[in-house]
């Protein structure tokens, strides 16, 4: 449609006036309607993305905001809504002290900080040793109609189940911890695993310099392994050390989750048989189930790495008997995934979809430090 000479002339007033004077009040929707020749009601679709809007129409909404560089208070207006919003989290079941504890933590953190929204979380847990565990657990969730869903993946089919709901029900979902990229997580937070597992490597390489054995603990129940995160952290160190250490040889133990009071017979069979082998690695967070190990049968020749600052894998470290620990920020994945479905759902911000965690490595000479930054960072 061709814009009349009249209204040509407002529209070009109008602008002028608004670039030439800087007092100018915040424009109103009533204010930019006018200057496109739309309705009020085509102006908030087109702001809010949502649908209704012809092609043309959306094409004159968006020129004169871009002239006009406008920004919607979108703070105010979700203040001004009182609209709830109900988010949903599904984790790993977990005891006091675990690394899960330092994920809700973060939430927790984050729902007061965006307590202004009126916002809820709830939060519900899978075994993530057993199957079918994470689909009934992602169903009683689902059953809230939740406005978003944080979740820590399980094994891919599993996973699926969920996200294919998700989708059919528009709702955006979180992944932390672990990724699955295809099925297109509105954000992910959390380490890149393989590549974590690389690094985890190096490291070995050079602290078990020319010794040719090393044992790879490993948490499973029924041939499965605790997450997603472990398997491909494996799957990054058996690279790097195919590709620069392929001479050693890496023993895999298995010790059962759900059976942890065979854990001290099955350690004592292993060094008994392999007396000799003296550096170890464990991709879990439960580091200190062999550390402590080591400690009470005083193995000062052992060399032990590990994930994650459990408070009974730091207390090892500060003993000696783990060697280094390599950290994520598991609370700044729990304050940034509530964080994202705040700026996706209430605030219409635009959230970065991958967002991978430093790769911390920590010592005994360094652990004060980092957990006093965290600590004043929280």
Known sequence: RVRSSAASDVYKRQIRYIDMDKQVERIRIKDIAQMAEVSVGTVDRVLHGRTGVSEASRKKVENILKQLDYQPNMYASALASNKKYIFACLLPLHAKGDYWVDVENGMYQAMKAFSDFNISLHIDYYDQYEFGSFVSAGNRLLAMNPDGLILSPTIETETTQIVS?????????????????????????????????????????????????????????????????????????????????????????????????????????????????????????????????????????????GYDLLTRNVACLREGVIDFLIAQQPTLQGYSSVESLCNHLILKKKVKECNYMPINLLTIENIDFYLDANRNNN
């Open 165 to 305: 709901k998700l989708q059919i029900l528009n709702i955006p979902y979180i992944f932390i911890d672990s990724n699955i990229p295809h099925l297109n997580p509105l954000a992910f937070y959390g380490q890149h695993a393989k590549q974590s597992g690389y690094f985890a490597a190096r490291m070995a390489k050079m602290l078990i310099q020319d010794s040719k054995e090393l044992i790879i603990f490993r948490q499973i129940n029924e041939g499965r392994l605790g997450s997603n995160q472990q398997l491909h952290r494996e799957e990054g160190f058996y690279a790097y050390m195919k590709e620069h250490h392929p001479d050693l040889k890496m023993w895999e133990l298995n010790l059962y989750a759900k059976q942890p009071g065979e854990d001290e017979a099955i350690l004592d069979d292993f060094f008994q048989k392999h007396p000799g082998i003296s550096y170890g690695i464990t991709f879990n967070s439960k580091a200190y189930i062999i550390g402590e190990y080591i400690l009470r049968h005083k193995r000062h020749d052992f060399h032990l790495m």
